[in-house]
């Protein structure tokens, strides 16, 4: 794993594999890191390069500001992009790792050839959204442990809770590890970001959406509706919010097509 120093903090990123296609980038979720990834960049990184983020203040990469808005994070994959000396990507997000890729997107279009949202969406928060966010703000505050170990049980239908509760649990120690600060950072950056449907209607480049059909998070048809009004590839993957880990096979047959 490498690192760059951002804004006085520690990045912390990997940079796999080569071949012909345009180099990859993968944004991991809220209360996630890049390790999200390693069963699928093992397939991905034989036909190009395969670079994976922990994002500000996850992982293995330092806190930055109190508020983590989702163009400072894009700033970020700008800034390590920068350091591999990398031109032209792709880019895959998971749930809040789709934010990001949106907001690169909005930033940094002359870069980028395709997109690819999993579990994600362009619409922001609703009104009822923010305030579950606010509230989340004030509980991890109150006790990160069980913020943290609701948060991520919430993301599974029961069926992936029972079959992936060694995977989960591994999720959450994981997750324990953020420093409460961070945790909040991000729900506020969430909280603030910005519809992106514009942005994702006007680009002209490959647009790939991926939705689990037992979404807990994000309804699927609401979902297929806004992957129709912005012309993507739309997939419905098999079970909840985590496809990555859920519906690994299919997420990564599909995210073999990326441009």
Not at 86 to 93: D, M, P, T
Not at 138 to 146: I, M, S, T
Request: a negative charge; charged letters at 25%.
């Amino acid at each position: 794993m490498s690192e760059i120093i951002f804004k006085g903090a520690k990045i912390h990123f990997t940079s796999q594999g080569e071949g012909s296609k345009v180099p990859l980038v993968l944004l991991h979720g809220f209360l996630e890191d890049s390790e999200i990834w390693d069963p699928i960049v093992e397939e991905l990184q034989k036909e190009r390069q395969v670079i994976c983020i922990d994002l500000p203040g996850h992982g293995k990469s330092e806190g930055i500001a109190k508020i983590h808005c989702m163009q400072l994070m894009a700033e970020v994959v700008w800034k390590v992009l920068k350091e591999l000396e990398i031109e032209l990507i792709s880019i895959a997000g998971h749930s809040m790792g789709g934010y990001v890729s949106l907001e690169f997107l909005k930033n940094f279009p002359m870069i980028l050839k395709s997109v690819m949202l999993i579990n994600s969406t362009p619409i922001g928060d609703t009104v009822e959204k923010r305030k579950i966010r606010e509230r989340s703000v004030k509980l991890v505050g109150k006790n990160k442990e069980a913020y943290v170990s609701m948060a991520i049980s919430n993301l599974y239908p029961e069926e992936s809770k029972r079959k992936f509760a060694s995977e989960i649990q591994d999720l959450k120690a994981r997750a324990l590890k953020m420093k409460a600060k961070n945790i909040q950072a991000a729900l506020i950056g969430m909280k603030n970001r910005t519809n992106y449907s514009e942005e994702l209607k006007s680009f002209s480049g490959q647009k790939i959406i991926a939705a689990g059909k037992q979404d807990p998070i994000l309804e699927i048809n609401e979902i297929a509706e806004v992957s129709g009004d912005c012309a993507c590839e739309f997939y419905e993957m098999e079970n909840g919010h985590n496809s990555y880990m859920e519906d690994m096979n299919n997420l990564r047959t599909i995210m073999l097509f990326i441009d």
